[in-house]
């Protein structure tokens, strides 16, 4: 059974920095991409950032220069290192994998992890 186990998220002021990880399990996930989606309220999940295998990224343009997708293949790992957090960056944040695109998102969703960026 796959599964993806998210820790990491929390309250941090603005400025703030959060580091996001998520393990998955029950399956071979190094073939891959893995990566980062979130959810604010209201609004539709977005891609955040995701990486592939080899270490190629895909990041949305709000979080470029704040944010840095890392993995470990033989974890079976992804972390996520938000720097410079801002309100706007509040949001369910999921992790993801299954997909061998960038670009969309895999099967395997994490349960998610709520970040709060608030003063």
């Known amino acids: 059974q796959v599964q993806l186990v998210e820790s990491g998220g929390g309250l941090v002021q603005p400025g703030g920095s959060l580091r996001l990880s998520c393990v998955a399990s029950g399956g071979i996930f190094s073939i891959y991409v893995m990566g980062w989606y979130r959810q604010a309220p209201g609004k539709q999940r977005e891609l955040v950032a995701v990486?592939?295998?080899?270490?190629?990224?895909n990041y949305t343009d709000s979080v470029k220069g704040r944010f840095t997708i890392s993995r470990n293949n033989a974890r079976n790992t992804v972390y996520l290192q938000m720097n410079n957090l801002k309100p706007d960056d509040t949001a369910v944040y999921y992790c993801n994998s299954g997909s061998g695109s960038l670009a969309t998102p895999g099967r395997f969703w994490g349960q998610g992890t709520q970040g709060t960026v608030s003063a």
């Open positions: 990486i592939a295998s080899g270490g190629r990224t």
